[in-house]
């Protein structure tokens, strides 16, 4: 979703990713920035990303068929 915030108590916190893949992808790699955070399968439903660091975060996903979407996600500790 575009122009969310999420606030959390702290960094052990998940936030969810989800992305809809077509039926050909196989792996979704997830990326804050340009660090990978995480892989799954593309039919795994969502990724439970801990950002380490509050503020605005580039988010990525690209599949093993190299289409990709990203959005900005915002992230605030309330600690």
């Excluded at 959390?8 to 955070?37: H, M, Y």
């Amino acid at each position: 979703m575009r122009g969310v915030s999420y606030a959390l108590p702290g960094p052990t916190q998940t936030v969810p990713l989800e992305a809809s893949a077509v039926a050909d992808a196989g792996t979704l790699f997830w990326f804050d920035g340009r660090a990978l955070i995480g892989s799954q399968p593309a039919a795994a439903g969502s990724f439970g990303w801990r950002p380490t660091e509050a503020g605005l975060h580039l988010v990525r996903v690209v599949d093993d068929r190299g289409r990709s979407a990203e959005r900005d996600v915002d992230v605030q500790f309330t600690r």
